[in-house]
């Protein structure tokens, strides 16, 4: 149980996709003006990433190692394709306000990793844990972006008003918001990582001590 409890919590915090592996930023960075957009494409990612890593695992031992980059792009591509077609039909505005960057979730880094070092090589269950584990961490990493830059930048939250646009600071709708808000993710991520190692050693220290 506890490995499979470690393989889900890799990608929340310790293997990160984005704070700490720092892959699939482009798309990340660019949908983040508003929490809609981040939950969205984070929503898009997490299904993807599921669905791929738990189809490739499943038939990882028909697939001949000559051709799996082809097949990997081809379940990818299955998956965006009906993600997109759902977000057009039942969430327009959603859609729309993406563009390109649903369909480019075919080449995203963190999709194409995962299943190329993770899925190809372990089983079901593994897969489908490490893919959530890995959706969510991307998912709430674009949240918080969002939620920052909406609401310094927009003075709303999910389209509400919050604060008045006087007080407002368009520098966080901009992309140089976008990256300023993204390296402070990283730098407080860095820093509870080093506390949590600190702490960690002390402890190994302590109890051999004993």
Known sequence: MNKYWKIFTN????????????IGLCS?????????????MGAAMTFVLVMSEIIISLFRKLIPDSIRIPVFIIVIATFVTIV???MQAFL?????????????IVVNCIIMGRVESFAFKRSVGESALDALGMGLGYLWVLTVISIIRE??????????EVIPEAYTIGFFKAAPGGFFVFGLLIAVTAAIRTVTAKKASSKTITEGAN
């Not at 990340?28 to 969205?40: E, I, M, P």
């Open 92 to 104: 327009p505005s959603l859609s729309e306000s993406m563009g390109v960057f649903i369909p480019l």
């Open 84 to 86: 997109d077609l759902l």
């Open 151 to 160: 609401l310094f930048g927009s003075g709303t939250f999910f389209g509400i």
């Open 28 to 40: 990340s960075l660019a949908v983040t003006t508003s929490v809609f957009n981040g939950l969205g």
């Open 11 to 22: 990608g929340l915090m310790k293997e990160n996709p984005l704070l700490v592996i720092m």
